[in-house]
């Protein structure tokens, strides 16, 4: 039984020993004991990977499986490609329409959404569509802005009726005179 004991104890120690010998590292307000700051980003950039590899994987198999989808769903089918010879970056950059067409036709097709990669591009999709329609409507209101400053600066165009005889008049100073034969034709077609 004291050999028991004293086998525990020497055991605890080693034990404890070991756990105070660990540096202790930290990032960003966590402490993580053992674990350097550059494997931690590694881990992260490799798990990153991994899910774009999932949805890409995912979403392939999708489109696989409903072979007419690649035609009546354009903007999908453009996600499907950029994601898979491009990588997720590149679908980042593609307009905010095309991204929010390819979110509802990805909701149409898909009814479960289990599968972890569908689920996540689905997530992220609809993200950047938030994200970047509230960028383009800050757009168009500056747009706006500087259109309405323009049109102040300039001012208003005046538009008047006048009636079709004036108009007629009007129309044929701006293209000139019509040759005769071509006068005579039409005063023969109307008399």
Sequence with gaps: MLNDLKSQLGSSMR???SFLQRPISVQQ????LGVPASSLRAQARDEQRLRVRRMRRDLYELMQQHPNSRQLMRHLDL????????GFGAVEVLPVRVIAKALTELEKLVWD???PGLAELRSRLAVMVKDRRHEAQREAASTAALE?????HHGATDVTEVD???FEEMERSWAGQMPED???AL???KG
């Design 15 to 17: 034990t404890v020993r």
């Design 29 to 32: 307000g966590n402490v993580t």
């Design 79 to 86: 996600v499907e490609r950029t994601l898979r010879t491009e």
């Design 113 to 115: 959404w289990s599968a």
């Design 148 to 152: 309405l400053d323009l049109i102040a």
């Design 164 to 166: 079709h005889a004036d």
């Design 182 to 184: 071509t006068a005579r």
């Design 187 to 189: 005063a023969q077609e």
